[in-house]
């Protein structure tokens, strides 16, 4: 009997046969040429809420690029001029080390959210699968229909019908990822210049024209050939996730303490009674994964935790009068041991290093000036000595961080009775975002300087007299025998 035929493995349970599956990628066949997968449409409680997601996402994709704080772009990552606003405010490649932090902030919560909830970023937040899933395979089904018809015009000869269907679909992919490549540099150099280069035509912005073409055919290659094979075989987070999981983790799991043994369903028979589990071996949670895996033979890397199996297996559950719930989210302690989850110490000490690194964020954040001052002697120069006052040139570079323009005046914090005088006027208008240079006489006392070498502290403030920066550098003076 085919029931008889499942043999398990001692303690883990729901693996049939040897593990020849874990020996190959699923959609690779044994000589390595590509099994192209062909979902079926999935649809169920589960992938409402995913498109309710995917569709939020979507739309703040388009949107964001256009909306300020400010005056400030919400969100612009501008590499090559380095230029970055991040929810409009303002960071420079000063503030490198405040924008490296927040990078190994957010790695170690992608690992804590793995060790939790598994891959469960892959198949609800992730670009690919939401850009795959939610566009690029919705156009295959409205073009081309369901699994069954897509596995059979792919099979049939190239007829008016293929080549028809094909290169609409394929030409509506080209418009798509165009689409996309120009949204994704309008997080780079803004909408207005986008719409300037669209405006003044490819050849008067060559290069920017061929970066574009270039993006758009790697986002076309992706999505219209390359596919779930980027989350098998190319994504880190995929290979990450096989050292994070543990047995403590929420996946997408199958009960096989439920579901064993497999048996075709039969109406009004007592499957306990024959020793039957509650799969029925229907192969619906197979012909719905979007990576061709079967959820049944236990986890694997290239699940994606899209609850696409989970949807079909309750679908069918419902229809033989099985209770749901035979693949759903659990841990695998929870299916082997019945144990509930536990937020376990690992969990807490990952959850103890984000919370202290989000703190240290915010109070970098929150000390960051508004205004960095720089005052370096130029290459060369020296004092020189004027009505009994010891005078020093500095070139100062004032760059000003926060969304308002500063009107700011130079004093000289330590030591005290020190002359400031400035080569346009004593007070330096700065508007939001630039730098603004210049130079400025600093002048002591003659009795005041005691070292050929002094200390001094300059500070810089606004117009309301609140302290912005400060600067500490040196002050030139005559050299003197201390005795």
């Known amino acids: 009997m085919a029931e008889q035929d499942n043999v398990f493995r001692g303690g883990q349970g729901q693996v049939i046969e040897p593990e020849n599956f874990r020996d190959s990628v699923g959609t690779m066949d044994d000589s390595g040429k590509r099994v192209w997968v062909f979902p079926r449409k999935p649809h169920g409680k589960f992938t409402n809420y995913r498109n309710i997601v995917a569709y939020v996402l979507l739309a703040l994709f388009f949107v964001i690029p256009f909306l300020k704080i400010n005056g400030n772009p919400l969100l612009l990552i501008n590499i090559v001029e380095r230029h970055f606003f991040i929810f409009g405010q303002p960071f420079y490649p000063q503030d490198f080390f405040i924008l490296a932090l927040g990078a190994i902030t957010s790695i170690v919560f992608v690992i804590l959210f793995t060790v939790v909830f598994g891959r469960i970023f892959c198949g609800w937040i992730c670009p690919q699968t939401i850009f795959l899933e939610m566009v690029f395979r919705k156009i295959d089904y409205l073009i081309e229909g369901d699994r069954n018809k897509q596995m059979k015009l792919d099979r049939q000869e ?52 061929l970066v574009m073409i270039i993006f758009t055919g790697a986002f076309y290659f992706t999505f219209a050939w390359f596919r779930e094979q980027v989350c098998t075989l190319v994504c880190p987070y995929g290979r990450l996730q096989g050292v994070l999981i543990d047995k403590q983790t929420i996946n997408v799991y199958y009960d096989f303490k439920r579901g064993e043994n497999r048996s075709k369903w039969r109406k009004g028979e007592d499957r306990k009674a024959e020793g039957k589990g509650d799969c029925i071996d229907c192969n619906q949670c197979v012909v719905v994964c979007p990576t061709g895996i079967d959820i049944r033979d236990g986890q694997q890397l290239e699940c994606v935790n899209c609850t696409a199996c989970i949807d079909a297996c309750d679908e069918v559950m419902v229809k033989t009068g099985l209770p749901p719930g035979l693949i759903r989210y659990a841990t695998e302690d929870e299916i082997e041991k019945e144990i509930p989850f536990q937020f376990t110490t690992r969990m807490k000490a990952y959850s103890f290093v984000l919370a202290l690194m989000v703190a240290f964020m915010g109070f970098l954040m929150y000390n960051r000036a508004d205004v960095e001052a720089k005052f370096i002697k130029p290459a060369g120069s020296s004092f020189f000595v004027r009505d009994a006052k010891i005078t020093n040139t500095y070139s100062y570079t004032f760059l000003n961080k926060s969304n308002k323009d500063k ?52 500070g810089v403030y606004d117009d309301k007299g609140e302290l912005l920066d400060t600067f500490k550098t040196y002050f030139e003076g005559p050299f003197k025998l201390q005795f």
């Open 158 to 209: 190239w007829n008016t019908e293929k080549i028809w269907k094909r290169s609409l679909k394929w030409s509506i992919f080209i418009i798509i990822s165009l689409i996309i490549t120009h949204w994704m540099f309008m997080y780079i150099v803004g909408y207005q210049e986008v719409f300037t280069m669209i405006k003044e035509g490819p050849f008067n912005n060559f290069t920017s024209f």
């Open 407 to 458: 009107i700011i005046t130079i004093k000289v914090l330590e030591p005290q009775h020190a002359e400031v005088s400035l080569s346009e006027s004593n007070k330096i208008k700065i508007k939001k975002g630039d730098i603004t240079k210049g130079t400025v006489n600093i002048s002591f006392p003659v009795n005041e300087i005691k070292l050929s070498k002094q200390n001094i502290s300059i």
